[in-house]
Structures are given as C-alpha cells and as structure tokens.
C-alpha cells in the first residue's frame, strides 16, 4: 500500500523535472556588427562581425575591402608618398577569460589572409639621364595568430575591442616592379648596374624583408623587378567599435 501512496508523489516530481527542463530559456544568439576606424590608412575598410551563443566562447569574422590611401615613408634618404590598398580576411574562436560573455580579457586563435598593391614614384640617375620610375609592389600572405584583447560594452550595445597583443607568423610572396615613364633605348651595362645599385638601397627600407630580396634588371625592357618568398613575421593592433544586436 505504501508504494500506492509514493506513486503519485514520484509522478509529481518527474513532471516538475520536465517542466523545469522544458522551461529552462534556451541560451540567446548575440552577433555585433563591427568597424575598425584606423584601417583606412592601411588601405582598407576594415569591417566584421561576433557571434556568440551566450557563453563564453565567440566565432569572429572580419574582411577588409580596398580603399585607396596615401601616407609618407622614408625610402633611401628621401619622403616618398605612397599610394595603397588591401584586402585581407580574418576568422578567429575567441574566449573570453572572465566571468561574462562578450566582455573583459580574451584570448583569440585566428587565420588571416592578405593582398596588398602600393605604388610610388622615384627619380634616378640612370647612366647619363635622369629618369622618373613609376614603382609598384604586390604583396599575398596568408598565415595564423593569437592575440590578446580587451572587450567592454557601453550601455549593453556599443562595444569597445581593444588589440593588445597579436603576434602572426605568415608565409607571402612580394614582388616590387619598377620601370621608367616614357620610351628610350635598352639600358647598356653602366645603366643597368646603375638602376641595380639605386633600387638594391630602395629595397632595404621595405620593412622586415628589405634585405632579403632578390634584385633582377631586364636591360631590354629597361625593369627591375626585386622578390621574395618566405616566413613573414606580423603583429596585429588596434581598436575597433561595434553594435550589438
């Protein structure tokens, strides 16, 4: 009789424990919607997005689009205008290392690829005249990194991503090009040697790789084209500003 009587107490409590289950509210998708204001300078419209179930793990998506933009830069002796854009595109997992989701210290595995075009002018004496180069490079590289950030919202909608720290390792191929404006005859040997020598020191004030490019001169078609390929080292930075949805 005593079993009767718990039969139901014991139906009683394993509705509650399904009602509870079935009631439990299932967990919100939040995505921000993100812009890093300082990448037009590196010719791009740097944009992208966060995507988080409610925990404390996020998928990131980032892309840049091509946006033409000049800056100066110190190029064998003399200020250079340079002219540049870029595409690239980012996919992280980030997890956040405090006790909410969305904010406060976080660590970010990512993959990165890059395309950037850069183009300037140079003049040089190239036997006995002076030429005006027109001087372009391209750039591919495609790599992974980690960074370390610091995410805050404003009023639970504006978020504030800090970049702290984000070392890349990366393998590219870059490739500079350079020809003079204007038709002539094929360079003899002292011209030749000439344009190998003023674009061997150009080359040394291209960051990181300046040094380890490989110098070529094709008299016939009056061009110096200088390459590399291999391990490019990178550092990501910044800030970028979002909204949440």
């Avoid at 027109?134 to 495609?142: D, I, K, L, P």
């Avoid at 070392?167 to 003899?188: F, Q, R, V």
């Avoid at 150009?202 to 061009?223: A, L, M």
Wanted: net charge positive; proline share 4%; glycine share 10%.
């Amino acid at each position: 009789m005593k079993k009767l009587y718990l039969l139901p107490v014991l139906a009683f409590g394993f509705s509650t424990a399904v009602a509870q289950t079935e009631n439990k509210p299932i967990p919100k998708t939040t995505v921000l919607i993100k812009f890093a204001p300082a990448t037009v300078f590196a010719g791009k419209i740097g944009f992208g997005g966060e995507i988080n179930d409610g925990d404390k793990s996020s998928c990131t998506v980032y892309a840049g689009i091509p946006y033409a933009s000049s800056f100066n830069w110190m190029i064998d002796g003399q200020k250079r205008t340079l002219t540049t854009k870029s595409y690239s595109v980012m996919a992280g997992y980030r997890l956040y290392l405090g006790k909410k989701s969305l904010q406060g210290l976080y660590f970010e595995p990512y993959f990165k690829c890059l395309d950037n075009k850069t183009s300037t002018q140079a003049e040089y004496m190239i036997g006995k005249s002076t030429m005006n180069f027109n001087v372009s490079s391209n750039y591919h590289g495609m790599g992974i990194g980690a960074q370390l950030g610091y995410q805050f919202l404003v009023a639970k909608k504006i978020s504030v991503d800090c970049y702290l720290l984000g070392p890349e390792a990366n393998s590219c191929k870059y490739e500079l090009i350079a020809h003079p404006a204007g038709e002539s005859m094929a360079w003899d040997e002292t011209a030749s040697a000439d344009a190998r020598e003023e674009f061997t020191r150009f080359v040394r004030d291209i960051p990181v790789i300046g040094n380890k490019t490989s110098i070529n001169v094709n008299t016939d078609q009056r061009r110096v084209t200088a390459e590399y390929r291999g391990f490019m080292p990178g550092f990501r930075t910044g800030i970028s500003l979002g909204f949440r949805f």
